[in-house]
Each structure stands twice: as C-alpha cells, then as structure tokens.
C-alpha cells in the first residue's frame, strides 16, 4: 500500500449510505472536521483482540490495523496528537468487567501489549485505562485540553463496547467526534452496525478513513 493511502470497500460505504449521513451533510450543519483542532484516538489496539489465537479477535482486523496506521501517519505529519489507549486491569479495578467477562486482562498476559506496528511509532501518548471508557479516571481529557483539541477522531476496538462508551464520554465533554466506520470493529458484523447506528444518531459523524484523509491532505479511499 502506497504512503498515506486506504482502500476502499464497497460495503463501508454502503453502511454509511444505510446511517443516512454522509461528512457532506454534517459540514452544511456546521459539523465539518478541522485538522488544526482535531487528535486521533486509536483505542485499545491490542493483540488480545487482533491475535488469531485470540478468543476475542475481531473482524476485519488486518484492515483495521492498515487503517488506523495510515491516519496515525497522516495525523502525525500534520503535527496533530495521536494517542493510544491500553486497556489492563488488575482484580482490584476491574469493578464489573471482571463479574461481566469472568477474566480480568492483566499487563502479565502478552497479549494485552499493544500491537507492535502502533506501538512503535514515535511521539505518540499512551493511555492505561481499566473500564470501557477510555476517559474514566485517566489523564485523556487533560492531555486533550492541553494540545486544545476540541474535536476526536476516534478508532479501534471493541466498536459496540470501549469505543462507543469513550465517545459518548466525549461528546458529553464537549468533543466533537467523527468516527471512521472502517477504523473500527467488533466481534461481529451485527454487534459493529448496532453501534454505529446509535452513535450516528447523536454522538459522532460517521464517514470513511479516507474523508479524513483527504482532509489531512493526505489521498482518499480509492488510492493506490
């Protein structure tokens, strides 16, 4: 894949069609995503969900990976913030989760590091977090208001659990969020459009990987 680009799916783009919103309508509301005032949120990009001998790996995960990879380059040559949260938890905070899933993620199991091609890009923050919402008792919201940000493109996994609890968290906060039907996943397909669906409805601008990139000067969906 060439510097800065991301392929396009037929079926991304039909599940935009199916939300009923399009970044064109959002801009004529006022809603329009400004680079100078935006970061990229990658949560939890962890081989805990991306490792094929992982019981909870997502769908789509390699393009997922090549996705997210590509705006992290493209937010980084804009100067803009890149953050990635990690999600670990010991028996002591993991509150409910651990009642819920019956198994607590903890920083001695391997798969819990972040995935190696995230990881090592340089001059990136790195959140810990412990619950679904990566704002939750973290330094996120005082690294945002430091690097004034007040608009969040976020990523990653799971799309229906941390993800859609991290950007209701935002919106509540005042962030304007847009998220990139193709920079997320879930288990499944169902549980993946259920939450866009909702999240569409009135808590973030849905689009393509490729809308913001093309924003970032970067090339859309469709380039080679």
């Not at 992982?54 to 995960?61: D, E, I, L």
Request: hydrophobic share 40%.
């Amino acid at each position: 894949m060439s510097r800065g680009t991301a392929r396009r799916d037929p079926a991304d783009a039909r599940l935009l069609k199916t939300l009923g919103r399009t970044i064109v309508a959002m801009e004529r509301r006022g809603l329009a995503f400004d680079p100078r005032k935006a970061a990229l949120l990658v949560v939890d990009m962890q081989d805990y969900f991306l490792d094929p001998s992982s019981h909870a790996r997502v769908t789509t995960p390699r393009r997922l990976l090549r996705n997210i990879a590509v705006l992290a380059e493209a937010f980084r040559s804009q100067g803009r913030p890149v953050i990635l949260t990690r999600h670990c938890n010991t028996r002591a905070d993991a509150g409910l989760l651990g009642t819920w899933w019956h198994e607590v993620l903890t920083e001695r199991n391997p798969l819990s590091r972040l995935t190696a091609a995230l990881d090592r890009i340089p001059g990136t923050h790195k959140v810990r977090k412990t619950q679904y919402d990566a704002f939750h008792r973290t330094p996120l919201e005082r690294i945002l208001r430091a690097k004034h940000v007040s608009q969040l493109v976020v990523t990653g996994v799971v799309t229906h659990l941390c993800v859609e609890t991290t950007v209701r968290s935002a919106f509540v906060r005042g962030f304007l969020v847009f998220l990139p039907v193709d920079a997320t996943a879930s288990f499944a397909r169902r549980h993946h459009l259920a939450s866009l669906i909702n999240l569409s409805h009135g808590f973030a601008v849905p689009l393509l990987t490729g809308d913001i990139l093309s924003r970032l000067g970067g090339r859309p969906n469709g380039s080679r």
